[in-house]
C-alpha cells in the first residue's frame, strides 16, 4: 500500500466532490450563541472534551470534568471554564495562550446529542471571574474562557453506533491492560512496579481530586 499521506487529498474541492452537498439543516442548526436550552444542556453536563492547538499547529484533546454544572455560561456568547488539579504539563492552557482557539464537546451521561462549541479561547486568573465559578476541587488558579462563533446540537450517530451507554458493549475488564499496566509500560523505568502504580494512583484519588 502506498504512504497514505504521499496519496493525500491535496484541496477541499476534492474532497467536496467525494460527498453530496452538505444539508440546509446541518448549516441552519448553527446558533452562534447560548439560548435557554443550550444554558440547560451545559448545566446538565459533567464532562466535556476540549480540542486546543499550539503556535506550531501540535493539536490536542483533554477532558475536563466535575459537577454538573462545573462551566459556567457568563452570557449569551461566553462561557468559563475552571482549572482543576492536574498533571501541571499545561498543554490546554498553553495552547489556549498561544492560539486563542478552542473546539468543545459537552457530553451528558446517558443521553446520544452532545454539543458542540466552537470559537475564541483565553487563559484568565481575573480574582472577579474567578469568584463566578463553580470549583471543581480546589480554587481554580485560572479559567479558560470562551467566546462562542459556533454553537449547535450534534446528532447521536456515533453514540448510536457505539453503544456508549450500553453496559452489555463494554469490553471484558480482563481484557484490556490496567491503567496501572499503560502507566508501567509507558514510563519504561524497570524500577517501577505495577503495584507501586496502582498504590500511587488510589493516592491520587484519594487526595488530588478536591
Request: net charge negative.
Amino acid at each position: 500500500m502506498d504512504d497514505p499521506f504521499d496519496t493525500a487529498l491535496a484541496s477541499v474541492e476534492e474532497l467536496r466532490d467525494l460527498y453530496p452537498p452538505v444539508l440546509e439543516r446541518a448549516v441552519l442548526k448553527d446558533i452562534g450563541y447560548f439560548d435557554g436550552l443550550c444554558r440547560r444542556l451545559i448545566a446538565g453536563c459533567s464532562i466535556a472534551f476540549l480540542a486546543t492547538h499550539s503556535a506550531e499547529g501540535h493539536s490536542d484533546v483533554t477532558p475536563r470534568g466535575g459537577q454538573p454544572g462545573f462551566v459556567t455560561v457568563l452570557d449569551d456568547h461566553r462561557l468559563a471554564i475552571p482549572d482543576a488539579t492536574g498533571n501541571q504539563r499545561l498543554d490546554t492552557l498553553a495552547n489556549v495562550v498561544e492560539s486563542g482557539r478552542i473546539g468543545m464537546v459537552f457530553v451528558i451521561g446517558g443521553r446520544d446529542t452532545t454539543l458542540r462549541v466552537n470559537g475564541r479561547a483565553c487563559v484568565s486568573a481575573d480574582p472577579e471571574l474567578l469568584e463566578r465559578l463553580e470549583p471543581v476541587g480546589k480554587p481554580p488558579r485560572t479559567a479558560i474562557v470562551i467566546e462562542a462563533e459556533e454553537v449547535y446540537a450534534h446528532c447521536p450517530k456515533a453514540f448510536v453506533r457505539s453503544k456508549l451507554w450500553d453496559p452489555e458493549s463494554w469490553p471484558e475488564p480482563g481484557s484490556l491492560p490496567t491503567a496501572a499496566e499503560v502507566t508501567v509500560a509507558h514510563r519504561r523505568d524497570p524500577s517501577v512496579t505495577v503495584e507501586q502504580v496502582e498504590a500511587e494512583q488510589r493516592e491520587s484519588l484519594r487526595t488530588r481530586l478536591a
